[in-house]
């Protein structure tokens, strides 16, 4: 039997990509991934993911990622209920990535509050019915998950440290980062606008926004 996990990292994020991974392995090699020690990626290093990252994509069949970029998450949520459409937006790349892996099962973490509507989104989306375990904190509870949590924010970092080389410090791209806010404060205050790599529809870009705009009204 072919086994997936599928999981996400930098949805909560301000500055850069959502990225989701998944991987496929058969059954009888599962515990590969005890042998590896794998853990939920937020319990390990930037250099200890890095190293689990070479050794998962060696022992699984296959690996599979995709980046949604902050323009379709904008999209996505600038049509109102941001939760729910993303929650959606998100259910349709993982059905993407199972898509590619042809698993018979696949265990993924549920990003929505209710797991079963997860489910039910991820497999109005696929051509074939594999069996689907939506579950909250999967990549706590599912070795496969952890190792599909460890590629995507393997990924994440990377797609942070490209951005970060070309224009300078933003911290982890996390509104809860002072650094991150302080890239943006600084951004604004230079250009007016916001990059790219820049999701405009979250509340602390808005409120930076709005914040920069009413200082330009009193300058002018």
Known sequence: MLVAGVDD???????????IAGILMKEEELPKLAELKVRDSK???????EILAVEIKRVAQKFSVVK??????DKVVEKGRKLHR???????????????LKPDIAYVDASDVLEERFKQHILECLSFKPKIVSEHKADRKYPIVSAASIIAKVERDKAIAELAEKYGDLGCGYPTDPKTLGFLRRWLERFGEYPDFVRKSWKPAKRAKSENDSRQKRLV
């Open 43 to 49: 319990l390990l290093s930037a250099h200890r993911r």
């Open 9 to 19: 990292a930098g949805r909560g994020s301000v500055i850069g990509p959502l990225v």
């Open 68 to 73: 949604i970029s902050p323009k379709e998450i």
């Open 86 to 100: 993303l929650n959606r937006l998100e259910a349709q790349k993982m059905a993407e990535i199972i898509e590619m």
